[in-house]
C-alpha cells in the first residue's frame, strides 16, 4: 500500500487559493488519488479522485504529473468553513481496496 | 451521492457492558466495509475490512474478540465493542465502498465514551 505524505499544517486566509501537496513515490500502475475532509467529529467526506493529468469538480481541483509520485490538491478562494483536515490517499479503485490515512494536513483558514 | 449512515452518533455506556454500531449503505449496495478508529488529534486508523457474507479481516493489534464485526447484508455492517471498557472510548468510523464507485463513502462517526 502506498504511503503518503503530507505537510502537518498550513495556514491562509480567505478568499486565497490553497494548494496542498501529497507524495506518494511508490504509487502502483492501479493505484488512484483520493482526497477527503474531515471536520472535527465528523467523518471524511470525499473531495476528489483522479488518476492523471487534471481533474476538476465543483469545489477544488486535482493535479497529478505525469509520473504520478505527487499530487495537489487546489482549493479556489477558501473560506472560514474550509477549516479542516485534509487527506489524501492513494489505493485501487475496486471494492476491496484499504483506505490507509496517513497524518492528513491540517488548514487553518483565517478572516 | 453515495450515503453511508451511521448509528448511534453517540454513545455512552459502562464499564464491562457492550456496544452495537450500525453502519448502512442508503443508495448503493456496498461489497465492502470498513471500521476506523480516531483519538482527538490523531489520524483515523483502520481496525478490520468486512466483506458481505465473509468474516472480516483484521488488522495487526485489533482484538478480534473484542470488536466483533458482521456485514450481514450488502447494505448494512455492524461493529460491537464487547465487554467495552474506558480505553475503548474513542470515535468510530464506517466507510463503505463498491467496486466502480469510484471512491470509499464514510459515515458521520460515532462517539463511544465507556464510563
Known amino acids: 500500500l502506498a504511503k503518503t505524505t503530507q505537510p502537518i499544517s498550513m495556514d491562509s486566509y480567505e478568499g486565497q487559493e490553497v494548494n496542498i501537496t501529497c507524495s506518494h513515490n511508490n504509487i502502483a500502475t492501479n493505484d488512484y488519488i483520493t482526497w477527503y475532509q474531515q471536520f472535527p467529529s465528523q467523518g471524511p467526506r470525499f473531495i476528489i479522485q483522479g488518476y492523471k493529468t487534471k481533474v476538476t469538480n465543483e469545489v477544488a481541483s486535482l493535479f497529478i504529473p505525469a509520473d504520478r509520485k505527487s499530487s495537489t490538491l487546489s482549493l479556489p478562494r477558501v473560506s472560514l468553513s474550509d477549516t479542516a483536515v485534509y487527506y489524501c490517499?492513494?489505493?485501487?479503485?475496486?471494492?476491496?481496496?484499504?483506505?490507509?490515512f496517513g497524518s492528513g494536513t491540517r488548514l487553518l483558514v483565517r478572516p | 451521492g453515495a450515503v453511508v449512515s451511521q448509528h448511534p452518533s453517540r454513545v455512552i455506556c459502562k464499564s464491562g457492558t457492550s456496544v452495537k454500531i450500525e453502519c448502512r449503505s442508503l443508495?448503493?449496495?456496498?461489497?465492502?466495509m470498513f471500521w476506523y478508529r480516531q483519538f482527538p488529534k490523531q489520524s483515523l486508523m483502520l481496525m478490520a475490512t468486512s466483506n458481505e457474507g465473509s468474516k472480516a479481516t483484521y488488522e495487526q493489534g485489533v482484538e478480534k474478540d473484542k470488536f466483533l464485526i458482521n456485514h450481514a447484508s450488502l447494505t448494512l455492517s455492524t461493529l460491537t465493542v464487547t465487554s467495552a471498557h474506558p480505553e475503548d472510548s474513542s470515535f468510530y468510523i464506517c466507510s463503505a465502498s463498491q467496486a466502480g464507485l469510484g471512491g470509499a463513502f464514510f459515515g458521520q462517526g460515532t462517539r463511544l465514551t465507556v464510563v
Open positions: 490517499l492513494v489505493g485501487g479503485v475496486d471494492s476491496s481496496y484499504k483506505l490507509i
Open positions: 443508495d448503493f449496495q456496498a461489497t465492502t
